[in-house]
């Protein structure tokens, strides 16, 4: 593509982010798998960044999964989400910003749908009026929580005390970054960069100092598949993106992965377990896996919080070897030890890929 | 009122399919296509075909539930389809007619069904610690393992409030917000759903000779070789 078409692209899906004022609504999936991103995600704004993200206990699943494993109509899962407007507008929010992609696509897919068919937003404005007694104002901004850590990207660096360079060589760590589908897929001029050129993980990436890998199955789906996933019978599907995406990725050795979506890291760690148990292939260096990280994990990492703070105890792919090359420090006897030090025993190694 | 009139009232056909010229990019960058027997181009072409007979086909057959709801298709259709929009209503009518227990990974709405209504209706969450077994997930890890088995101390330690009151990672979700949730539920024909679901599963256990129990437990785990690509 000549460079001036590029740009033209790029200019189309640059994205208005609010600055202050975030109505936060929580992941299924991340609470379970990642859960201490999404605590850093609210230390890093609030505490580091002084910015005010609002959280009520009031708010539940936006009922996304459940909608795309088939299990309830369009019409429940719409006025779910309405539910959730409804207690935005009433804690007097008008930005709001979920923390999974799978939320970010049923939000946005809801809103558009809304926009093109009035009718539908009226009927369900109604079934919310009959079910909770609750009106609601549509968001002025949809944001998804790595488009905000991606809007202050800079203002991280700046106050990061590492980068994502090696310590030995003073070069670039390699960084492969994985957009969860459901981000820009459906709807591209919704995500930072578009579907062809999502920017939101690259621009961290750059503005913390490493270097961004291409490879040709860059935009290929991790296979998470809702019901390729969630049924057993059908997991063979999950697995069998995952392993197309990395022995696509293997060529160009990368030092790490950052994903922004709540499947995605969970998948691309656990099938590089399970498939070094079915074969015996691990495709970091000296027999570990590559990391996945989540945006928050790195993010924490640059502005030097303690791994173990960060809860990478719960990744199954070693990621000491990644903060070895940093330089970043940490105590290997406090992995996995529990609140004020309580031992808490400790998880088996894998057969095959190297642990500790 | 015929299945294509059924169909084309769904929001999502009337989003997903305008006049598709069966080019094919759908198929091309579909990661299920490349895994199993499935052509997302032929499943438009059959729906634009407005013929009943095989659009009851389709609502029977095992092709519509390989999809992985991922949209590629949508990123890339030069006509700005959306197959896995159309996918996701032929699902919903074929659950609504009971279409779906005539095959195999039709009948995995079942195992779904009681796993992800059940946590909304009982947690507020799609997926809970509390249902997630590391028996029936083992590819989470040894990790995994040890995780769910000191859960509320790794928990604690992750900064989670897990089942805890006030805002906060894996909270107690309030009564009164599940409760909304149920409502929802019975207004918007999500309860209905979950019956019909359960009444068409009971009548297939009921045809294949099997208890609920097995039906389920089967649904969630067979997987015959025929839906595979070579």
């Keep these: ?356 | 009122m015929g299945l294509y009139e059924e169909l084309i009232k769904d929001y999502r056909v009337k989003e997903g399919l305008h006049t598709c010229i069966n080019c094919g990019t759908c198929t091309a960058i579909c990661p299920a296509a490349e895994f199993y027997k499935y052509d997302p181009r032929k499943i438009m072409n059959i729906v634009q075909g407005k013929d009943d007979a095989q659009i009851e086909e389709l609502l029977r057959s095992e092709t519509i539930w390989y999809c992985g709801e991922c949209f590629s298709c949508v990123t890339r259709c030069p006509r700005k389809n959306g197959p896995g929009l159309v996918i996701m209503a032929l699902r919903d009518l074929s659950i609504r007619l009971g279409f779906f227990t005539s095959s195999e990974k039709g009948r995995q709405v079942l195992p779904l069904t009681h796993a992800m209504t059940g946590n909304i209706l009982k947690y507020g969450y799609c997926i809970h610690p509390k249902t997630f077994r590391w028996e029936d997930h083992q590819e989470s890890g040894p990790v995994w393992k040890w995780h769910t088995e000191h859960l509320e101390k790794s928990l604690e330690r992750q900064g989670a409030n897990y089942m805890g009151e006030g805002p906060g990672v894996l909270r107690r979700i309030p009564q009164e917000s599940l409760d909304e949730l149920k409502a929802i539920f019975d207004v918007t024909g999500g309860t209905e759903r979950i019956r019909l679901v359960e009444k068409f599963s009971e009548q297939k256990a009921k045809e294949m000779g099997m208890t609920m129990e097995e039906y389920e437990r089967r649904t969630f785990e067979d997987c015959s070789e025929e839906h595979f690509n070579e």
């Design chain 1, 1 to 356: 593509m000549i460079y001036e078409g590029k740009q033209k692209i790029w200019s189309d899906y640059q994205k208005e982010i609010p600055d202050d004022h975030w109505y936060y609504v929580r992941s299924c999936i991340r609470q379970n798998f990642f859960p201490a991103s999404e605590r850093m995600f609210t230390e890093i704004t609030k505490n580091v960044l002084k910015k005010d993200i609002y959280e009520t206990p009031y708010h539940t699943t936006c009922g996304g999964i459940a909608y795309h494993c088939d299990t309830i109509p369009q019409e429940t899962v719409m006025t779910i989400v309405a539910r959730q407007f409804a207690l935005m507008t009433e804690a007097g929010y008008e930005n709001y910003v979920p923390s999974c992609i799978t939320s970010f696509g049923n939000y946005s897919e809801t809103l558009e749908t809304w926009r093109e068919f009035p009718e539908l937003e009226a009927r369900i404005r109604e079934n919310l009026w009959k079910s909770c007694r609750r009106e609601f104002n549509k968001p002025k901004y949809l944001a998804h929580s790595s488009d905000l850590i991606y809007h202050w990207r800079n203002e991280i660096a700046q106050k990061g005390k590492f980068r994502l360079v090696d310590k030995e060589t003073g070069e670039p760590l390699r960084i492969v970054e994985h957009i969860g589908c459901h981000y820009a897929k459906m709807f591209p001029h919704k995500g930072v960069g578009g579907a062809e050129y999502p920017y939101v993980l690259a621009g961290m990436v750059e503005s913390w100092g490493g270097q961004v890998v291409d490879y040709p199955e860059r935009r290929h789906c991790c296979g998470y598949g809702f019901r390729q996933y969630h049924v057993k019978a059908n997991r063979g599907y999950s697995v069998s993106n995952t392993y197309k995406k990395f022995e696509s990725m293997e060529p160009f050795h990368p030092d790490a992965i950052i994903t922004n979506c709540p499947g995605c890291p969970y998948f691309l760690d656990r099938w590089q377990y399970v498939i070094s148990e079915q074969t015996g292939k691990t495709y970091g260096r000296n027999g570990f896996g590559i990391p996945v990280f989540t945006y928050e994990e790195i993010a924490g990492l640059v502005l030097g919080y303690d791994p173990w703070d960060l809860g990478l105890q719960l990744h199954q792919v070693a990621v000491e070897p990644f903060l070895d090359k940093i330089g970043i420090e940490y105590d290997p006897k406090a992995k996995y030890l529990g609140l004020n030090k309580e031992d808490i025993l400790r998880p088996g190694l894998p057969t095959s890929m190297k642990c500790f």
